[in-house]
């Protein structure tokens, strides 16, 4: 584990595994880049130095993946840590975020899968010793998303990983009836095989998505699950995802009595750190009621109590997340996903 740690690291910082580095040693600016005016010698450089860097990037993520085992917290970080040096060096330049294949992705998606079932087996008495292994995997799955935001958002079969490509000839052909410009079947075979590719890459690419979203949801939920009434939790990762998971009982989710008149007059609120995204419950608000709303009194009292644990996450997203999966949908917000359910599970004294 350590050593593919450090094999991780070295590649994140090796410029032979960095197209702008690389290219700039032999004296090529990348913006000034034309793949289809390249002479043939430098785009078989170019070609090799990337179908490299994605072989490379698959091989030491299933490597990972294999290898791996998840019983401690402390390997939690430790396979959190080795995924997040892997994948962040997808974030920057465009043809990096191209050195991350089908195949990669689903390694890198089957060791957060790893990662979360091995932490649903975990007690961890203290919450904050989770914050690395969080901020790890929220920022390795910001990263294959970045990578996926040019594949998800465009028609153009060329950004799509060349590795993808070379193997396009053993897809599976997509024998759905395509619609809108995809309708016309080209005439060229090459054509029709890289359309084919694109449309089989997209719509891995969504379900790849969807099992992130998933797992990220799993391991708030296990986080919840390892807290007790009353603590908070907040992370923010290096790519921009924040999360905010709390644990509290049904009266405090009604709001605060500020005044000490028996009537809450402060709503349940929280607040990210580093963004101005809000979320704000109404006053009275109780999972377990009809409607999710205590109902009042003439005189203002709430009408019965609102019972039980209810555990709250809050997940801020900095890029595209297609689908959100939560037992209890909150709110609604472009960039904000938010989960609310009843622990199952929890440490002794939540």
Not at 210 to 217: E, G, I, Y
Request: charged share 25%; hydrophobic share 35%.
């Amino acid at each position: 584990m350590v050593i593919l740690q450090a094999d991780a690291s070295i590649r994140q910082k090796a410029c032979w595994f960095n197209i702008t580095c690389a290219l700039a040693e032999q004296e090529i600016q990348l913006n000034n880049i034309d793949y289809d005016t390249m002479d043939p010698v430098s785009k078989t450089e170019y070609q090799d130095l990337i179908r490299k860097i994605t072989t490379a990037n698959t091989d030491a993520l299933s490597s990972a993946k294999d290898s791996m085992l998840f019983t401690t917290s402390d390997q939690l970080e430790q396979g959190a840590s080795t995924l997040y040096f892997i994948t962040s060096n997808l974030v920057g330049s465009g043809p990096m975020s191209k050195t991350l294949d089908m195949e990669g992705r689903e390694a890198a998606v089957g060791l957060i899968e790893e990662m979360s079932e091995g932490f649903k087996k975990i007690d961890v008495p203290d919450p904050n010793k989770l914050v690395p292994f969080i901020e790890g995997t929220t920022g390795s799955v910001m990263a294959i998303m970045e990578g996926l935001n040019s594949i998800l958002l465009s028609n153009d079969p060329n950004e799509i990983p060349l590795t993808d490509f070379e193997r396009a000839a053993d897809l599976p052909y997509d024998t759905d009836i395509p619609e809108g410009d995809e309708a016309d079947i080209p005439d060229d075979p090459e054509v029709a095989l890289r359309q084919n590719a694109m449309r089989l890459t997209r719509i891995q690419a969504v379900e790849q998505v969807k099992k992130m979203t998933t797992l990220v949801d799993e391991i708030g939920e296990t986080t919840i699950k390892n807290m007790v009434v009353g603590e908070e939790l907040k992370t923010n990762s290096p790519l921009g995802m924040q999360m905010i998971m709390a644990k509290m009982a049904g009266s405090s989710t009604v709001g605060r009595d500020t005044n000490n008149d028996g009537i809450p007059d402060r709503p349940l609120r929280f607040e990210f750190d580093n963004s101005k995204s809000v979320i704000q419950f109404p006053l009275g608000f109780c999972p377990s009621a009809p409607g999710f709303v205590l109902e009042y009194n003439d005189i203002g009292l709430p009408i019965g109590v609102c019972d039980g644990q209810w555990g709250f996450v809050f997940k801020e997203w900095e890029t595209i997340t297609a689908v959100s999966k939560a037992s209890f949908q909150c709110h609604s917000l472009p960039v904000l996903s938010l989960t609310c359910s009843r622990p199952t599970r929890q440490r002794p004294g939540g």
